[in-house]
């Protein structure tokens, strides 16, 4: 579901970029899913930043 979300979103946000690069439904799909994926698992340096001056921990 996530995926449709992310590719309802880039269609309607750069239709030219699609139209003219051209990508194939399981291309966009895959980038998608990287996209995901990498939201999901992104460390966020103010956190870190935050944890290692002794903040604590939630």
């Known amino acids: 579901m996530a995926v449709s979300k992310v590719l309802?979103?880039?269609r309607n946000s750069v239709p030219d970029a699609?139209?003219?690069?051209g990508p194939s439904?399981?291309?966009l799909e895959t980038m998608a899913?990287?996209?995901i994926?990498?939201?999901l698992t992104r460390r966020d340096?103010?956190?870190d930043?935050?944890?290692d001056a002794g903040a604590p921990v939630r």
């Open 37 to 39: 994926s990498d939201a």
């Open 8 to 10: 309802t979103y880039v």
């Open 45 to 47: 340096a103010l956190t």
């Open 18 to 21: 699609i139209r003219n690069l």
């Open 33 to 35: 899913r990287a996209k």
């Open 25 to 27: 439904q399981a291309q």
């Open 49 to 51: 930043a935050l944890r």
